[in-house]
């Protein structure tokens, strides 16, 4: 009888063990269910408008250095959202979002999603007095378009670009970005490929060494992370290199003013890697024009023979620096090659698409057959 008794105590106290288990457990997710729900109500609230009455214009500015985050700081001490964080969150739902520079009008009345609307419109942004750096801008095209704004001479541009001293102090300021590559044998501009594409504002008091300190340190923000994305080993005539953030840019340069499609550019950045990894000539036009000095129009004969180290039609390897200003699309394009054994391309004539081969028997037939008026070329 004793026996039975124990055996029916421990019975009781399993069975109040699992129970008070499931209850332990029962309230977990009961406080989980409560704290998602609260999370999403706190969040729906967040992205409502601060007052649904208040249709008066706060004007908002929106620099080409402000990410999500700036914005957010902006638009939350304005009175135009309730909560910073759930902006930014809300942004990055959004990937394919971009918010452009300029002034804004937001109305408090407006929901997060309509706010967001608004500042990813360029029709929206009024541009004051702003300069534009365009992807595959050389620093001479920038220089000529800098003089028609009647704010910086060219010429006060183009030696400040130069400018040991001044450059030392952006080497100071932004060391992983800035160094002492672009003082390399026959640099033509130092800073070439550091002044990054965007819409820059231009201050009343706006100088060369200003205006181009903002450019560059909107370069270190945006290379920087993409740089140290890639793999940075590459392999350079046969042989395995640890690649410079100068060469990275040098590269990026190159396939910028190569890019066509977003989906081929993947396919071109192979084509040049490929091309360096077997010790070929890149054979790429806008190095040549570069070297000329030229800015626009296809090469000439004379152009694609001059001996210039930036020339790639002469000279093996990437060139000593930069040739443009890089934009994101081009360095992702970089840090995404696909892997192929393609070796030449072109940009055709009649649709526009780049056509890829393998050899130069297939080259010249794909050449004929899309390209107006080819004149067959040397390997």
């Known amino acids: 009888m004793r026996e039975d008794k124990i055996r029916r105590r421990n019975e009781l106290r399993k069975k109040n063990k699992k129970n008070k288990k499931g209850g332990i457990l029962s309230v977990f997710f009961t406080l989980l269910l409560v704290a998602a729900v609260a999370f999403l109500s706190y ?6 408008p601060v007052d649904k009455s208040n249709n008066n214009d706060i004007q908002i500015e929106v620099k080409e250095s402000y990410g999500s985050q700036k914005i957010a700081e902006e638009l939350k001490n304005k009175g135009l959202i309730r ?8 942004a990055k739902m959004k990937p394919s979002l971009s918010f452009y520079v300029g002034t804004f009008n937001l109305k408090p009345s407006m929901s997060v999603s309509q706010i967001m609307e608004e500042l990813g ?14 992807e595959g801008d050389s620093i ?3 220089a000529q378009n800098l003089e028609k704004t009647k704010k910086i001479n060219a010429e006060e541009f183009l030696e400040k670009v130069n400018d040991a001293k001044f450059i030392g102090k952006l080497k100071e300021k932004f060391p992983e970005l800035i160094t002492n590559d672009i003082y390399g044998k026959n640099i033509k501009y130092a800073l070439e490929g550091y002044l990054y594409p965007a819409v820059y504002t231009l201050d009343d008091n706006e100088t060369a060494e200003t205006l181009i300190t903002k450019m560059v340190s909107v ?10 994305e890639n793999k940075r080993v590459w392999n350079i005539a046969g042989k395995d290199k640890q690649i410079s953030i100068h060469e990275y840019i040098t590269m990026a340069s190159i396939l910028e003013k190569e890019s066509t499609k977003d989906g081929e ?22 190095s040549a024009n570069y070297a000329a000095d030229k800015l626009t129009g296809a090469p000439t004969q004379k152009e ?30 970089l840090n995404n090659a696909e892997d192929t054994e393609y070796i030449y391309f072109l940009h055709a004539s009649k649709d526009g698409k780049a056509y890829f081969s393998k050899t130069y028997e297939e080259h010249e037939q794909l050449a004929k057959e899309h390209i107006d008026g080819y004149i067959p070329t040397s390997r």
């Open 83 to 90: 909560d910073a964080a759930i902006f930014k969150l809300y």
């Open 121 to 134: 419109t360029k029709d929206k942004a009024r541009a004051g007095n702003t300069f534009a750096v365009i």
């Open 219 to 228: 370069a270190n923000e945006k290379i920087v992370p993409l740089y140290k």
């Open 43 to 48: 969040f729906y609230y967040g992205l409502t």
């Open 140 to 142: 001479l095209k920038i």
């Open 265 to 286: 550019n993947t396919k071109i950045a192979s084509v040049f890697l490929n091309r360096l990894a077997k010790g070929m000539l890149l054979q790429t036009d806008p």
């Open 304 to 333: 694609l023979t001059l001996q210039s180290p930036y020339n790639t039609y002469v000279t093996k390897g990437l060139p000593p620096g930069p040739i443009a200003s890089v934009g994101s699309v081009s360095f992702k394009a």
